[in-house]
Every structure is written in structure tokens, then in C-alpha cells.
């Protein structure tokens, strides 16, 4: 009998042994992978566990975060959803994360390994450290004045500050309400699938995920192309261009929207934005110079972040001289963001200078101490500072006697470009009205923003002048308000 | 109690290092060669009760419940819990109480049963009111700690009544009748989720499965200790087994059949897995004859076998343990199983702390079936190493007792009683981390359901009562346990 109890009680140590190995298996082993599986909902709730950190405009937040009382415990609010909408993204316990959220996730959620203090012993304690700050360069006026100025039409606004890449405002319009898309269950659901449906698509980001073709003013890039390759070498030469202008290899006849474009000079042909003198310039360059021209300018550029994405902005590097010299005009399968655009008019500005534009200023833990500045890139010249103080004469006219008087503003200079982009099967499409413009010092001579302006359906006939039309003023708006 | 002799001896007694043990053991060796009637042997000399030890771990069993019902608190509300202070007073005072009638029903039962059980169901009343705090609309803790009020008044009852564990030899089938009869009883009532295992009135709910469980392991012991010579040592030899009488074996298979086939009609078992595991380890400690253990396993496999083809609920339950992540597979989200194992990982090895886990997302049955996976969460690996420690303090008790004891009826019966919550154990703590196929059944002392909590606390009050026999003073063991066993079941013979 004594012997049968011990065999007993050894039996039961081995089921005893058996339950903690068993035990250090699922614990420790392999804990890590049911920790991961995205069915084990902790990784959510944990997630979800505390307030949002906030992204700030201007010195204040523009996100805040509401305690919904369910399993999930913050939901994502939005001070001014459709206003900051195109730089915040949503914040969906759903659908996931978009833009400046989905970038800056790890400070904002908390779960950035740089807001860890003491990183053993908050481990330890199964702290967790509030989700910090993401201060952006964004000025609230000058966003307000795009918002307001686009009044709900398609299309999209970006300014940035041309000494820095500091993007002052950035609109895609018609915008929506990330807060919709915050929680989860059906209302979610519901909107999701209704602003996915709608026809004016309010989810694209317009200014930095949608390219146009930029028709006139991509010329800026094709005259800083002519002048630095010294093509032209005087702005008052007159050019040796008929109008109209065949396109080599073709007998298709390139005209022009105005008069006065035969035989003049490369400021005259600019002001009036000849497309047949610059079709010729273009193909003068070649397509080895053009490409390269636009690549510094930053065509093609796959990866480009402000830290969200950018869509890459194209310029075709194998053509035909007739595909070369459309796309030199800004047509053919030339395509731009807003925010390229605002670039090549900051690099004009900056005097030849361009620094890649950023979004995020700074982020901070929850108490405001700084963590690290935002991701930047080196300024790098695009340009000859000679070719830039032309361009920048040459735009400055446009907007004293040309087509982009509206975008004037009193007591300092302004520089601009206006276009009208064709576009859809045999160019039926409604034109997109573009302007892009800078402002600057007159006495410092500090170049003070620049500015792209994209209006899809411009109610225009199809002229230049309805770049200037539709879209000057709000760039003078924006440009305005960054002035007071 | 609290001086450094009393402790040292403790430490002492703990680590297994006691001088006292050592005569003792060989006077068992002697026992058993002399086939229990080692009358010669001069009586050993009166062990220390160490009634004080029982108190200082009865003291920090309470404040350890207490802490956690704090940390309960302070984790969830940042304050302290209304009820703590309440909490403790009638935890304390129910441990005091059972104190006292040990103290003076039972001076030489072993001091780590009745601290191991307070702690036991005092982490088991934290987990249940943590868990409450997730489902607002069922609170289950007041609950259970009225049974647990029942549970220790029952313990004290049984100790202070009972005054020598070999009365219940006179009484083996009358505790089989009983036993049956709970079984059978359910079977009027309706089913619930499945198994007919509950009785339910005037809005309490009981599982005399639970109760049975005690009286057929007492029944058993019994029988087989009557019988055990003749189970040996008569009959044919078939290899290393010797087939008995049919009229030897006849009675004991008869109940253990009934016992089983109710079980299975009921859909309950997790429980005839119990007694078929008590019953096999019992008839192999009686007789001593290994091939039991082999006949046992393979009956066990055969009727697994069985059972886990025919029956769809138990098969579903087969698939679950190979395959717990089938159902995120096939789009249903995450099954209870999976959730469990979810729970465990996500304690580590140091666990949430209490109240800080999610192991509500298991869903039904959180508090009874799955309430382990709330501990491991919280508590982590260290926690729940620690409460299996517990238990195997408890199944030791156990065994040291049957070892101490020479009546080969409080043998068997320590060791029923012993095998029994390691067995239980052992199935469903298994069964929640995906060791073996999930079987419902109750965490002793932990899970919420007072037929549990109470049959607990009569296992502790058998093991009390037991232990204090074996440990204490035996003027005339020999002679008076001679004559106690023909007493109760000689017809059989």
C-alpha cells in the first residue's frame, strides 16, 4: 500500500510538472504569437486605452479624444474636421489610420519607444506613456483663407514658406469629417462606405495624393530650363518661333489661345503664356535637359514624405520630340500635385533654393517636452540664382500686366503664373483652373510663401485667363492672410 | 506562536526536513510489511500541533485576499473597495472560527490544510469580484461568499461532528445510495446548457454531482479496504493481473458503472473522468497490482475513443484542443479556448495585476469553467505557479496523511481525497490551456458555484479530520483498527 500511495503521489507530480510546463509554454513560449494574433482584441483595447495624443495648428489642438465608455475605451474627435482633414487623415478604431495619423501614430498612440522615460521599469509596471504632441507648421489663417476661398469646389490649395519648406496650408476640397470615422459599429460603417461612394470623392487627398496635368504653369520649369541650359540668353531677344508652331515629326499645327505670339521674346511669350514658344523650348532643350529640369524641381520623386506620402509628380523621360514638346507646355502625360507646383514656385522665390516642404514642426511628449523635430530634407538648388531673379521678374509681370492681376496685394511683391489644363478624352473635360504664385519682402527681399491653387471645375471658358479668374484670388487670399 | 523556534520548525516542516518525520515513516515501512499489524512497535511520541503555525498563515492567507480585493479596487476605481474592510472581517472571522474548532476538534491536524483552503477561496472570491466588475447586470460574489460561509460551517460541522474518520467505514453504502441518488436527482430537472447536472429552486442552483464526488470516493475507500486481499490476491491470474471473484468485484463495478452511465446521460464528463480516475488509482493503491493501472488506461482510452467519435459536443471539444485557432480561420472570431489562451499569453510572467486584463472577452463561463485564465492574466505565470503549488500542498497533505495512517481505510480515503481535487485540477487547468480537451468542470475553491466551494471545504474537513489521526497520539491504534474493519463491510467477505 505504501508503495502504491507513492506512486500516487509521484503521479501527481507529474500532472503538477505537466500543468507548469505546460504553463511556461503558453506564458512565455508562445506568448508573443497569441499576443499578435489579430484576433486577440488586446492589442486594440490597449491601444484605445487612453486619450489620443493631439496634433496641434497654430499653438492649439485641432484633435481631442472622447472617452465613448465601450471596450474601446477613446474615440478620435476633431475640432475642425473638414478644415484640417487633408493634414490630420481619420483615426478609426475601424478602418485604421490615414495621413499625419497614420504617420505619427506611434507618438500619438503612445507606443513610440521615445516617449519612454525609464523603459525597465515602465515595462515592468505595465505602464504605458500618454500619447505626446505633433506640433505642424500649418498657419490657421492662411489655411481658413484656402478653405473658405475653395468654398467647396473641387480642387486643392497648398502653401508653403520657400526659405524653410514649412507647408503653411494644406486644403483638399470638398473635404469631410475624419471624427465620422473615429469609433466603431454601424454609424461607422455607414459613413465610411457613403464618403467612399460619394461622387466627389471628399476622402482623396487632392493637394498631395491627386496629380493634374499642370498646362501653363509648368512653362516656369520650362523656361528655367531654356535660361540655365542658355538656350535664351537674353529675356528681350526675340525667338525664332512662328505661330503657328508644327510639331516636329508631324503636321499637327500647335496654336495659341491669345495674339502676339509669333516671333517674341521669351518675357513677352511668358507673359502671355505662348504655347507654341514654349512647345519649341522644350524641344530646343531636348528631353534629356527637360526631364532633368523637372527631376530637380522634383518630378518623379517616389519618395517624397511631409512624412505622409506624396503622390510622385511626372515627367515622361522617353518621348517622341512631338510628345516632348506637349509635355513641355505642361500636356501630354506631364502630371503635378499641388504641392509640386507650390514647390517650383518656392524654388523661384528662394532664388533657385529648394527646401523640400514638411509638415510637422516638432513632437513633444504629453507635457510638451520636445522629443524630436520633424523629418527634413536638405535645401538644395534646383537652379541658377541668375535663372531664378529672371523667372522671378518674368512672374512678377504676369501678375503687374498679365493674367494674374488678381493675386496683387498691396505693398508687396507678388510673382505668379496662371494655367488652364486640358484634359480628358479630345480635352472635353472641364478644365482645372491653375495658379501658382509667391509673395515676398519688398524691402528684405525675403521670399514670404508660396503658393499652388487647383480648381477642378473652374466655370471658365478655356482661356489662360481663367487661371487668374478662378484661382488667383484665393491664392492672393491665402498669400494675404499669412501677411497680417 | 510568532517566536523563532516556532518558525524554524515550520520552515523545517515545510522543506520535509522534520526529525519527526523520519520514525514515523519507518514505522509506516513496518506497518506495511507487517501488513498493518506491527503491534510490537513502541508508540512514537506525540507530535508538536502547531496550532500557532495555522494561525500565522490562517492571518496571512486573509491578508493576502485582502490585498487583492485592494488591488481589485484600486486598479479599476483608483479607491478602495466599499466592502474590503467587511470582506476581511468575515473571511477573518469565518478562518477564526474554523481555527478554533480545529484547535480544539482536531490539535494534530496538519496547520497548511486550513490556511491553504482560506487563501485558496479567498483568491477565489477576489477573481469572481474582479470579474464582477465586468458584468454589472450578474454579480456572483455575494454569492459565493455565502457559500463559502456555508462551505467553512460545513467544514466546522464535519470536523467538530466526525470525531474519528473510520465511523464512515460502517456507512460505505449508504454513502453509495446517497451518492447515486444525488446523480439521479437532476435528471428530473431541466437541462441546463446542455447537461442536466444542476437542481434548480427557490432561485438557488445546486450540483449534487459535486457532493457525490465525496461520498463515492468514501465509498470506494471503504469497499476496497474491506476487500483489498481478496482483490490481490484470490481469483485467476490473467498475465500480471489477478482476475477476482466475480462476487468480490461484482458490487464495486456495479456502483462505478451506475455512477458513470448517469454521468454520461447527464452530459457531465468531466466528472465520470473524476471518478473513473479515483476509482483506478484507488484500486491500484489497494491491491497493489500495476496491471489495474494498464486495464484502467486502456478502458479510459477506449472510452475516450468512444465517446470523442460518437458524441458531437465532446468531438467539438476534441477539435477545439487540436485546432483552438479554427474558428478565426473560418471568419467566427476567436473560440472560448482561444480566448483563453489569449488571456494566459497576455499575462506573461508577471501578469497585468489584478483588475488590469481583459480575460472577460472569454465570455460565458469566465467566472466558473474559465476563471483560471483571469488568474493567469493577472497573475501571471508567477501567480498561477504559485496556485498550483497551493494545490499540490494540499494533494500532499493528502498523501502524507494515508502514509502516516495504519488503518488501510484512512489510507485510501487520504488518498482519494487527495487525488481527487489533483485530478480536477489537472482536467480543467489542462483543459484552459490547451494541454488536453476541454472539459467542463470547476476549479476547486476558485470557480464560482457554491456545490464546488462547499464539497471543498468537506474534503479539507475529511483531510483536517484525517490528518489529525495520523499525526496525532495512537494509544491503541492497532487493536481498535483491527477490529473496525470487519466490522463495517465483513458480509462482503
Redesign the interface.
Known amino acids: 500500500m505504501i508503495r502504491g500511495i507513492r506512486h500516487t503521489a509521484a503521479f501527481s507530480f507529474l500532472l503538477l510538472t505537466a500543468l507548469l510546463v505546460n504553463a511556461v509554454r503558453v506564458q512565455v513560449f508562445e506568448a508573443e504569437g497569441y499576443t499578435g494574433n489579430p484576433a486577440n482584441r488586446r492589442t486594440a483595447i490597449a491601444r484605445y486605452a487612453q486619450p489620443r495624443g493631439a496634433v496641434v495648428v497654430g499653438g492649439h489642438p485641432v484633435t481631442g479624444s472622447r472617452d465613448s465608455g465601450g471596450r474601446l475605451r477613446y474615440e478620435r474627435t476633431y475640432t475642425d474636421g473638414p478644415l484640417y482633414a487633408p493634414l490630420t487623415g481619420f483615426a478609426s478604431q475601424q478602418y485604421g489610420t490615414s495621413l499625419l495619423e497614420s504617420s505619427e501614430d506611434g507618438i500619438l498612440a503612445g507606443t513610440d519607444d521615445r516617449l519612454v522615460v525609464f523603459p525597465w521599469w515602465d515595462g515592468l509596471i505595465h505602464r504605458r506613456p500618454p500619447g505626446g504632441r505633433v506640433e505642424t507648421t500649418v498657419n490657421p489663417a492662411m489655411q481658413r483663407a484656402a478653405y473658405h476661398g475653395l468654398a467647396g469646389r473641387k480642387g486643392a490649395v497648398v502653401a508653403v514658406e520657400p526659405r524653410t519648406g514649412r507647408v503653411l496650408a494644406l486644403v483638399s476640397s470638398p473635404s469631410y469629417d475624419p471624427g465620422e470615422l473615429s469609433g466603431n459599429g454601424r454609424s461607422v460603417t455607414g459613413a465610411w462606405r457613403r464618403l467612399n461612394e460619394a461622387a466627389d470623392r471628399p476622402m482623396l487627398n487632392r493637394a498631395l495624393r491627386q496629380t493634374y496635368p499642370p498646362g501653363s504653369v509648368f512653362k516656369v520649369v520650362t523656361a528655367a530650363a531654356a535660361l540655365d541650359s542658355g538656350l535664351v540668353k537674353d529675356l528681350d531677344a526675340p525667338l525664332d518661333v512662328p505661330d503657328p508652331y508644327t510639331l516636329p515629326d508631324t503636321r499637327t499645327q500647335l496654336g495659341n489661345p491669345t495674339e502676339g505670339c509669333e516671333h517674341v521674346s521669351l518675357r513677352e511669350a511668358f507673359r502671355l503664356s505662348c504655347n507654341t514658344v514654349f512647345a519649341r523650348l522644350g524641344v530646343g532643350v531636348g528631353e534629356r535637359g527637360m526631364a532633368e529640369a523637372a527631376q530637380r524641381f522634383g518630378f518623379n520623386d517616389r519618395g517624397l514624405r511631409i512624412p505622409s506620402p506624396v503622390a510622385p509628380s511626372t515627367f515622361d523621360t522617353r518621348m517622341h520630340p512631338a510628345q516632348l514638346a506637349l509635355s513641355a507646355i505642361g500636356q501630354y502625360d506631364t502630371a503635378a500635385t499641388p504641392l509640386q507646383m507650390a514647390m517650383v514656385a518656392a524654388a523661384v522665390a528662394n532664388d533657385g533654393q529648394l527646401t523640400p516642404p514638411y509638415l510637422v514642426e516638432r513632437v513633444t511628449d504629453a507635457h510638451g517636452v520636445m522629443v524630436a523635430t520633424g523629418a527634413r530634407r536638405p535645401t538644395r538648388q534646383v537652379m541658377n540664382p541668375a535663372t531664378a531673379e529672371q523667372l522671378q521678374e518674368m512672374m512678377a509681370e504676369v501678375v503687374e500686366h498679365g493674367s494674374g492681376r488678381t493675386a496683387a496685394i498691396d505693398g508687396f511683391v507678388v510673382g505668379g503664373k496662371t494655367g488652364t489644363a486640358q484634359h480628358g478624352v479630345r480635352n472635353e473635360g472641364t478644365p482645372y483652373a491653375w495658379f501658382i504664385a509667391w509673395v515676398r519682402d519688398r524691402q528684405s527681399h525675403e521670399p514670404l510663401s508660396a503658393v499652388a491653387v487647383v480648381v477642378e471645375d473652374a466655370e471658365a471658358e478655356r482661356e489662360d485667363i481663367s487661371g487668374g479668374g478662378s484661382a488667383g484670388p484665393i491664392a492672393r487670399a491665402v498669400m494675404a492672410a499669412g501677411l497680417r | 506562536m510568532g517566536d523563532m523556534g516556532e518558525m524554524q520548525r515550520f520552515a523545517c516542516y515545510v522543506a520535509g526536513m522534520d526529525v519527526a518525520d523520519r520514525p514515523d515513516a519507518a514505522e ?2 513496518a506497518q ?1 510489511a507487517g501488513n498493518g499489524r506491527a503491534a510490537g512497535a513502541p508508540p512514537a511520541p506525540p507530535r508538536p500541533k502547531r496550532r500557532g503555525v495555522e494561525l500565522a498563515l490562517l492571518v496571512g492567507a486573509v491578508l493576502i485576499s485582502f490585498c487583492g480585493y485592494l488591488a481589485v479596487g484600486l486598479a479599476r476605481t483608483h479607491a478602495v473597495p466599499a466592502g474590503a474592510l467587511r470582506y476581511a472581517a468575515g473571511l477573518g472571522g469565518l478562518a477564526l472560527l474554523a481555527h478554533l474548532v480545529v484547535r480544539f476538534g482536531a490539535p494534530y491536524a496538519d496547520p497548511l490544510l486550513l490556511p491553504t483552503g482560506v487563501l485558496l477561496n479567498g483568491l477565489g472570491l477576489v477573481l469572481i469580484f474582479r470579474l464582477d466588475l465586468e458584468t454589472p447586470a450578474d454579480h456572483a460574489a455575494p454569492a459565493q461568499l455565502v457559500w463559502s460561509t456555508v462551505g467553512v460551517a460545513l467544514f466546522i460541522a464535519v470536523v467538530a461532528a466526525l470525531r474519528d474518520h473510520r465511523v464512515l467505514q460502517r456507512y460505505a453504502y449508504g454513502c453509495a445510495g446517497l451518492a447515486l441518488a444525488l446523480m439521479v436527482a437532476p435528471i428530473l430537472f431541466p437541462a441546463v446548457n446542455g447537461a442536466r447536472i444542476w437542481i434548480r429552486a427557490a432561485g438557488f442552483s445546486l450540483q449534487p454531482g459535486e457532493f457525490a464526488k465525496v461520498l463515492i470516493t468514501v465509498f470506494f475507500a471503504a469497499y476496497l479496504a474491506a476487500n483489498r486481499e481478496a482483490l490481490a490476491d484470490t481469483g485467476k491470474a490473467v498475465w500480471r493481473l489477478r482476475l477476482p471473484a466475480a462476487q468480490v468485484l461484482g458490487p464495486v463495478v456495479a456502483i462505478w458503472l451506475v455512477s458513470v452511465g448517469v454521468l454520461v446521460l447527464e452530459r457531465d464528463l468531466g466528472t465520470s473522468l473524476l471518478f473513473f480516475g479515483v476509482f483506478v ?1 484507488l484500486l ?5 497490482r500495476t496491471g489495474w493501472i494498464a486495464v484502467g488506461v486502456l478502458l479510459a482510452a477506449a472510452g475516450a475513443a468512444a465517446v470523442g467519435t460518437l458524441e458531437p459536443h465532446v468531438h467539438g471539444r476534441v477539435q477545439d484542443w487540436l485546432h483552438p ?1 479554427a474558428g ?1 480561420a473560418a471568419g467566427r ?2 473560440g472560448q479556448l ?1 480566448q483563453s ?2 488571456a ?7 501578469g ?2 489584478l483588475g ?1 486584463g ?1 480575460s472577460s ?1 472569454i465570455g460565458f463561463a469566465r467566472k466558473s469553467d474559465f476563471i483560471l485564465a483571469t488568474l ?1 492574466e493577472e497573475l ?2 508567477a501567480g ?2 504559485a496556485l ?2 497551493l ?2 500542498l494540499l ?2 497533505c493528502g ?1 502524507r496523511a ?2 502516516g495512517l495504519r488503518d ?1 481505510f484512512g ?1 485510501l480515503l487520504a ?1 482519494g481525497l ?2 481527487l481535487p ?2 480536477q ?2 482536467v480543467i ?2 483543459g484552459v ?3 488536453i480537451p476541454l472539459t467542463g468542470m470547476a476549479m476547486p475553491f476558485l470557480a464560482q458555484g457554491g456545490s464546488s466551494v462547499v464539497t471543498n471545504w468537506i474534503i479539507v474537513a475529511l483531510l483536517v479530520r484525517i490528518t489529525d489521526r495520523a499525526r496525532g497520539p495512537r494509544p491503541d491504534a492497532p487493536a481498535r483498527q483491527a477490529r473496525a474493519a470487519p466490522d463495517a463491510l465483513g458480509a462482503v467477505r
Not at chain 2, 284 to 288: E, K, N, Q, S
Not at chain 2, 344 to 350: L, N, P, R
Request: net charge positive.
Open positions: 509506516a515501512r506495511a488509482v491500484y493503491v489497494a491491491t497493489g485557432f478565426i472570431g476567436p482561444a489562451l489569449f494566459f499569453a497576455a499575462g506573461g510572467t508577471f497585468t495585476g488590469l481583459h472577452l493567469g501571471g505565470l498561477l505557479s498550483f503549488l494545490y499540490a494533494a500532499a498523501y494515508a502514509l488501510p489510507s488518498v487527495a487525488v489533483a485530478l485540477v489537472f487547468a489542462g490551456m490547451g494541454l
